[in-house]
């Protein structure tokens, strides 16, 4: 199967040429639940075997769990031929099993704690520590991650965490980039705020925003889409589906934003599945086209952690939604009227 592919260059210097569909490794570093290493080989190899060429990952993911288990599948492959992400922000410290951090998040991880740095030398030991884990002699695109509320837990620390970037990580990146050891830098992050404002103040290339323009949520076509579309800054959307119930619809425990969704996204969602069943189009689907629609994304990388999710998201990203599908969700009310659809 060939995936159609999306080719991006801000800086003319050959730019990175993206599938439609990329794999977000989170889920092979036993995010939720524990799967086996022949379980996640076999899951890559399934993204492979259906043309996806671009893997995002990170050292949190699995506590370097996600980053070997990447390293196992990629070492045959050829490195011209895919594009690779990491991040950075994080250095991992080894602990006692009953100190590991994120229990009942990840399962069978490697007993670790996460050390927040976002310093010049953090970032230059956190891509020296992913090259070993990864077993590759490079990594295209560094972004940093999760500068924002959600895990930071307040606007100060936020602040803080910002300054700190700036004033050393930013400039570690600016370095790699050009020295060409990596050919793009951004932020992955779970809000659109802390990207606009490190937009204004820097020059970056993408931004990995996870959740943030879905068929749920749209805001960002206020301020921040529209400055990307005016720097040539790339999107790379991550939870297309809302950590997973735009694809499972509102069934009891589904999940928004990594928690049991309320009651009025569950609503929400209702109103949203039922238009779709009305044109004869999966949620899942329409959840997956959408972001592609605006002219800033490059890629969508839903997870995938077992071979029925991987079918099913390579199923989306040759989708065809009708027309009457997106007006229909906005005369409803269910869509920004402002959002792109073609």
């Known amino acids: 199967m060939t995936l159609r592919k999306r080719h ?13 569909l990329g794999f977000g490794a989170a889920s092979i570093g036993n995010l939720y639940r524990a799967i086996g290493d022949d379980e996640a080989h076999a899951i890559l190899e399934s993204a492979w075997e259906a043309g996806v060429r671009y893997f995002d990952t990170a050292p949190l993911y699995g ?4 980053e070997t288990r990447l390293n196992r599948f990629l070492r045959d492959k050829p490195r011209d031929e895919y594009v690779l992400s990491s991040k950075v922000g994080r250095l991992l410290t080894v602990c006692p099993p009953d100190q590991r951090e994120g229990v009942g998040k990840w399962f069978d991880v490697p007993s670790r704690k996460e050390v927040y740095d976002y310093t010049f030398d953090g970032v230059m030991r956190s891509l020296e520590f992913s090259l070993e884990r990864l077993g590759t002699d490079r ?14 837990g307040s ?3 936020v602040d803080a965490r910002l300054a700190e970037f700036m004033d ?7 370095k790699l980039r050009n020295e060409g050891v990596i050919r793009a830098f951004g932020g992955g992050i779970n809000e659109w705020q802390p990207c606009q404002w490190m937009a204004k103040r820097g020059d970056f290339d993408l931004f990995l925003l996870a959740g943030r323009y879905t068929l749920l949520e749209q805001e960002a076509l206020e301020s921040f889409l529209p400055l990307c579309v005016e720097r040539g800054i790339g999107i790379v959307i991550g939870g297309p589906y809302n ?5 499972t619809g509102p069934r009891p425990g589904a999940y928004y934003n990594y928690d049991p969704a309320p009651p009025e996204i569950l609503d929400r969602v209702g109103h ?5 069943e009305h044109h004869g189009v999966r949620m899942l689907d329409a959840a997956f086209r959408f972001p592609l629609c605006h002219p800033a994304v490059v890629s969508v990388i839903p997870g995938g952690q077992g071979l029925s999710e991987m079918e099913a998201n390579v199923h989306a ?12 969700l906005k005369a409803e009310g269910l869509m920004r009227p402002d959002a792109p659809v073609n």
């Open 317 to 328: 990203a040759s989708a065809v939604i009708p027309p009457p599908l997106w007006n229909d």
């Open 272 to 276: 949203i599945q039922k238009v779709c």
């Open 243 to 247: 950590s997973g119930i735009l694809a």
């Open 8 to 20: 991006w260059d801000r800086l003319g210097n050959g730019g990175l040429t993206f599938t439609e």
């Open 155 to 157: 606007q100060s620390v």
């Open 139 to 152: 990594i295209d695109i560094l972004y940093v991650h999760d500068l924002d509320v959600f895990n930071h």
């Open 168 to 174: 050393g990580g930013y400039n570690a990146l600016v």
């Open 63 to 66: 506590y370097g769990l996600s």
